[in-house]
């Protein structure tokens, strides 16, 4: 007698499982916790099997009936299909797998792990980031079915929102990762190769910086009066001192410092270069990076976010102190305390501009003039080092600073 709503309710658990019978071989299995479950027997190739179809009451009656029904006309074509659901798992979650979000998510982790190439620790943070804006259009995806117009389509929706560079950027992570899925068999070639020229060039600008001398002392006062969190008021007035990249000054670790020696050591890790980075200690360093240890010492981050110790500041700190100070993005930024250093540095004349370029922890394109001089000028480095804060103290206190161009040491 076919089943009916109204009996497949009233059903009760007993002791032991039993079978409350349908038509055509369906039927609803009772267990004694009370869960309702589908079940089809058939027959193929002699022998009888069940096939689970689903949970009542999340498959009603009528779904239930619909599942046998495709389940036999697997078995009238000769088809097991138990066989059939097992071969369907699999290609889901095959399918799951080669998604543009599960290969980008395989491909970021490659690169956060990739040797002398790996990714800087902000480089990966904002590489992700900038492919998570892709999940809600190519993300669920199989690589494989995604066209050209599909990518152009998703960083067109990030360009229309006047972000030029991040719609440039994305593109270019997008290629990177489906070139990834080239090189491991998953995809037969690049659908962003033809996209080439398809987005509007972004300006290119420079990070606001202030090298006039004057203007630097009016900035390194302004920062003495700084009357926001201490620990970003620390970190401005660390910043021109040591002239580092912002993002290696935020995940900056107290591990990596040497107060005796008078060194930070930049892991590779965290380089754009990917080697480390030796950046000599002021006086003048030092005695602001004791000031830190006492609020975030010992361990760990030397500047916290003020939510989790156990992540960096944010990468806007920085800037949105200066922004409070009255400095525009076109006057100052965290990155033009770099710009600031090298061309006042640059125009004292009184160090070898491959002193310069170390300290900025800049790339050499020829390779074995890099290996010669990997640890050239390192005393000269530290003499600059300390010359370079009593030169910003000078400024501060309103000194006029003459240049003296003096020989190349």
Request: aromatic content about 6%; hydrophobic content about 40%; overall charge positive.
């Amino acid at each position: 007698m076919p089943l009916t709503d109204v009996a497949i309710r009233n059903a009760k658990p007993r002791a032991k499982p039993y079978k409350v019978g349908d038509t055509l071989g369906l039927f609803l299995l009772v267990q004694p916790s009370g869960g309702k479950l589908w079940r089809v027997k058939y027959r193929i190739d002699g022998k009888e099997k069940k096939l689970a179809i689903g949970i009542y009451p999340q498959v009603g009656l009528a779904e239930a009936r619909r599942r046998r029904d495709a389940a036999r006309e697997l078995v009238a074509a000769g088809k097991d299909p138990g066989r059939e659901k097992q071969r369907e798992k699999v290609r889901s979650r095959i399918q799951a797998e080669t998604t543009f979000d599960a290969i980008a998510a395989e491909f970021c982790q490659k690169r956060r792990r990739d040797g002398q190439k790996a990714w800087a620790v902000s480089t990966a943070t904002r590489s992700e980031y900038l492919l998570s804006l892709l999940k809600g259009s190519i993300g669920k995806l199989p690589i494989t079915d995604i066209e050209p117009a599909d990518v152009l389509i998703a960083v067109r929706k990030i360009e229309r929102k006047g972000q030029l560079e991040s719609a440039r950027r994305t593109l270019q992570l997008a290629g990177a990762v489906f070139r990834y899925a080239v090189a491991t068999a998953r995809l037969a070639s690049d659908p962003t190769r033809d996209l080439r020229g398809a987005l509007t060039a972004p300006t290119v600008t420079h990070y606001g910086a202030i090298i006039d001398p004057a203007r630097v002392g009016e900035l390194m006062r302004a920062i003495d009066g700084y009357e926001g969190q201490p620990i970003t008021k620390l970190a401005m007035q660390l910043a021109p001192h040591v002239f580092v990249r912002p993002g290696e000054l935020r995940h900056a670790e107290w591990n990596e410092f040497d107060f005796e020696g008078a060194l930070w050591t930049i892991p590779a890790g965290k380089t754009k270069m990917r080697k480390d980075h030796l950046v000599p200690l002021s006086r003048q360093t030092i005695a602001i990076l004791k000031d830190l240890h006492a609020l975030t010492g010992p361990d760990g981050y030397v500047f916290p976010s003020i939510r989790s110790r156990k992540r960096p500041m944010s990468d806007n700190t920085i800037n949105a102190g200066l922004r409070r100070l009255g400095y525009s993005t076109d006057e100052m930024t965290a990155h033009g305390f770099r710009a600031m250093a090298s061309t006042l540095l640059n125009e004292s004349g009184k160090w070898h501009p491959d002193a310069i370029e170390r300290a900025l922890a800049h790339g050499d394109s020829d390779r074995v003039r890099a290996a010669y001089h990997r640890g050239a000028h390192w005393k000269e480095r530290v003499a600059m080092a300390q010359w370079w804060s009593d030169h910003l103290d000078q400024l501060r206190k309103g000194a006029e600073i003459v240049p003296i161009k003096a020989g190349k040491r």
